[in-house]
C-alpha cells in the first residue's frame, strides 16, 4: 500500500520533463544551418553523452509531425570536457508558421519550445542587428530581454561573438545562459530556442588562434552552422584565418570543426525578400585580392531579384569613433556595395551607434596606407582615402529614398562603450556620420514590409535614440 502510495505520487510530482535535461551541456538552439534555405531550419545542442539516443520531433498546424535525421560533431579539445554538438534538419516547413518541437533522449521528451519558421517573400518581418556582445555585463543581458520583447524572426550579429578570445569555456559564461535562458528576465531571454541567430566574425572570434596558448579557441567553426557557400580561396591566400598549434591540438580542432572551417567565415543567404551577405573584415584579409572581390561582385549580382540587399561584417569602414579610426579596410569595397544596389551595411567592432549619410565612395588607391602603432611594430589600421559623395537631402522621415549606401555602426550591444564624449562633440564626427549615440547600449530593431524598412536604436532604457525609413 505504501509502495502503490510513493508510485502515485512520483507520478504526480514528476514533471513532464524527464530529468534527462542534465544531459545538456547547451539546450537547443536554432540556427539557419550549412544549407540554409527558405523552408528549413537547422537545431543544434551541445552534451557529453555519448549515448547516440536522441531525436527531434516537430509539429506545424497539429499537421506534420517528423523525425529528424541526426548528424554529430565530436569536440575533444584541452581545456574542455569532450562533448557533442548534435545538428537536426527542421525540413519541409511551412513559411511562417509556428513549430513546436521537442527533442527525446531514450524515447523521453527532455526539451520542448516553438519556433518561428522562416518567413516568404513578401511577408512582413522584424530583426535585431547587434554587435560586440558576449561581455557577459549587465547591459548585455537587458538587450536580451528588449530584443526578446520586440519578437523579432531573427537575430543578425555583425562579430566579437564572445569575449576575449572566442573560447568554448568563454560562450559557457558569456553567451549561452544570456541568448538561450529558460526564462525570460534581466539574466537574458530564451531567444535562440525559438529564432536562428546568424553572425558574422570579429576579431575576437577567430583573430586570436593560438591553439596552443589557447585549446579551445575558434569555437565560433563548432557552435555555429551558418551556409558553407563561400569563395574557394586555395591555400587560405589571406582571405581565411590561420592558426598556430602543434600537431595534438591541430587535428583537435580540425575534427571538431570539420567543414565549417575554414569556410564559414563568408556566406550568403535570402530572408523573407532580403539577400544577405555576410563577409570577414578582420586584419588577416586582403581586400585588394581580385579573387575575393570578384566573389563579392558576382555574388550581389546573383541578388537581383531580391527587394533589399544588406551586408554585415566586423570592422566598418566609415567609423567617426578615435577607437578603430585608422582601420578603413574596408572601404575599399565601398563602389561595388554600390553597383551592387546594397541598402545598408551592418557593422560593429566600434562599441557605439553610428549611422552614416546615404553615400557613394571613390578610393584614391586600389590598396590601403598601413599605420604602426606608438611601438612601430604593431598594426594600428589600414587607411583608405578618397572621395564621398553625400545625400544629405535623405533624412528617413520625410525623403525616404536614399542615393547610397547606409553604413551602420552597431556595436554597443554589450562590452565597454566606446568614445561617448563624442556623442555630443559633432565637430568630432567625419563628414560622412550623420548620427552619433555612444552614451549606453543600445540594439537595432528592423522592420521590413514590402518595400519599406524601418530602423529604430533602441537603449537598455527603451528609449529611441535614432530612427529612418527607406521607401523602394
Ligand atoms: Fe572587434
Redesign the pocket.
Known amino acids: 500500500m505504501y509502495k502503490l502510495l510513493l508510485m502515485v505520487m512520483s507520478i504526480i510530482i514528476l514533471p513532464n520533463i524527464s530529468s534527462a535535461q542534465n544531459n545538456f551541456l547547451v539546450k537547443p538552439y536554432l540556427q539557419v544551418g550549412y544549407n540554409a534555405n527558405s523552408t528549413s531550419l537547422e537545431l543544434l545542442w551541445h552534451t557529453t553523452d555519448t549515448n547516440n539516443n536522441w531525436e527531434v520531433q516537430y509539429v506545424q498546424n497539429n499537421k506534420s509531425a517528423k523525425l529528424a535525421p541526426l548528424t554529430l560533431n565530436k569536440v575533444n579539445v584541452k581545456n574542455t570536457t569532450p562533448f557533442i554538438v548534435y545538428h537536426a534538419i527542421l525540413n519541409d516547413l511551412q513559411p511562417g508558421v509556428i513549430i513546436n518541437y521537442s527533442v527525446l533522449f531514450n524515447g523521453k521528451k527532455v526539451f520542448e519550445s516553438q519556433a518561428k519558421a522562416p518567413k516568404i517573400f513578401n511577408e512582413p518581418y522584424s530583426f535585431i542587428a547587434i554587435g560586440?556582445i558576449g561581455a557577459e555585463k549587465q547591459d548585455q543581458k537587458k538587450l536580451a530581454l528588449i530584443a526578446n520583447n520586440l519578437n523579432p524572426d531573427f537575430v543578425a550579429v555583425p562579430?566579437?561573438i564572445v569575449y576575449d578570445n572566442g573560447l568554448v569555456s568563454e560562450y559557457a559564461n558569456k553567451f549561452w545562459p544570456i541568448y538561450n535562458a529558460d526564462i525570460a528576465d534581466s539574466n537574458g531571454a530564451p531567444l535562440m530556442r525559438s529564432i536562428p541567430f546568424i553572425a558574422a566574425v570579429?576579431?575576437?572570434d577567430v583573430d586570436n588562434s593560438d591553439l596552443d596558448k589557447y585549446p579551445d579557441a575558434l569555437a565560433y567553426y563548432y557552435f555555429w552552422a551558418q551556409p558553407l557557400n563561400g569563395p574557394e580561396i586555395k591555400e587560405f591566400a589571406s582571405a581565411y584565418p590561420t592558426f598556430k598549434a602543434n600537431d595534438n591540438n591541430k587535428n583537435a580542432f580540425l575534427n571538431a570543426a570539420g567543414k565549417a572551417y575554414p569556410k564559414m567565415n563568408y556566406f550568403s543567404y535570402n530572408y523573407g525578400n532580403a539577400h544577405w551577405l555576410v563577409i570577414d573584415a578582420d586584419n588577416y584579409v586582403d581586400w585588394t585580392n581580385k579573387e575575393l572581390l570578384d566573389w563579392v561582385k558576382q555574388d550581389l549580382q546573383n541578388a537581383s531579384s531580391a527587394t533589399w540587399r544588406f551586408v554585415m561584417f566586423?570592422?566598418p569602414g566609415f567609423n567617426s569613433s578615435r577607437e578603430h579610426f585608422e582601420q578603413q579596410q574596408m572601404r575599399l569595397l565601398a563602389p561595388i556595395f554600390e553597383s551592387g544596389n546594397v541598402d545598408v551595411v551592418f557593422t560593429?567592432?566600434v562599441h557605439n551607434y553610428q549611422r552614416s549619410y546615404p553615400l557613394t565612395f571613390i578610393p584614391d588607391k586600389k590598396g590601403t596606407l598601413l599605420i604602426g602603432g606608438k611601438d612601430n611594430k604593431t598594426l594600428r589600421g589600414r587607411v583608405v582615402n578618397g572621395k564621398w559623395t553625400l545625400d544629405k537631402n535623405f533624412d528617413g522621415n520625410f525623403n525616404k529614398k536614399p542615393k547610397g549606401v547606409i553604413y551602420v555602426v552597431t556595436g554597443a550591444g554589450g562590452a565597454d562603450l566606446y568614445n561617448p564624449e563624442q556623442t555630443i562633440d559633432t565637430d568630432s564626427w567625419q563628414k560622412f556620420t550623420n548620427k552619433f549615440f555612444a552614451t549606453a547600449h543600445s540594439l537595432s530593431y528592423i522592420q521590413i514590409n514590402g518595400n519599406s524598412f524601418k530602423l529604430q536604436q533602441i537603449t537598455t532604457q527603451g528609449k529611441v535614440v535614432d530612427s529612418f525609413e527607406i521607401e523602394k
Do not use: E, F, P
Open positions: 560586440d562579430g566579437d570579429g576579431n575576437h566586423h570592422q560593429g567592432h
